[in-house]
Nanobody
Framework: QVQLVESGGGLVQAGGSLRLSCAAS????????MGWFRQAPGKEREFVAG???????KYADSVKGRFTISSDNAKNTVFLQMNSLKPEDSAVYYC???????????????????WGQGTQVTVSS
């Protein structure tokens, strides 16, 4: 059973930065594709960024150029560096693990097998 624990959320002013971390346990980290999703109140969970099993990286258009996803296999951790934050980035951010060994990044939430509990990001204007 894979367990994912996010951290690093908080309150930041527009234009600021945050770095989210997602620590994985209970499996072989290098076997997973990892994704970051977010969900704002009243909205559906949406894809933010992901790393496929083969190392391909993909970003949502809304965060491209501002967010960076990375992973540290030695620490079983995936990161999301968020710069130039905007109020519309406010949401609960979730990391997720996908056991499928694909080259492409999966952007559909229901395809992911395991989820963290989420961390709140609030960007004030």
């Amino acid at each position: 059973q894979v367990q994912l624990v996010e951290s690093g959320g908080g309150l930041v002013q527009a234009g600021g930065s945050l770095r989210l971390s997602c620590a994985a346990s209970g499996g072989i980290f290098s076997n997973y594709a990892m994704g970051w999703f977010r969900q704002a109140p009243g909205k559906e969970r949406e894809f933010v960024a992901g790393i496929s099993w083969s190392g391909t990286i993909k970003y949502a258009d809304s965060v491209k150029g501002r967010f960076t996803i990375s992973s540290d296999n030695a620490k079983n951790t995936v990161f999301l560096q968020m710069n130039s934050l905007k109020p519309e980035d406010s949401a609960v951010y979730y990391c997720a693990a996908d056991l499928a060994k694909t080259i492409v990044v999966v952007t559909v939430a229901r395809r992911y097998n395991y989820w963290g509990q989420g961390t709140q990001v609030t960007v004030s204007s």
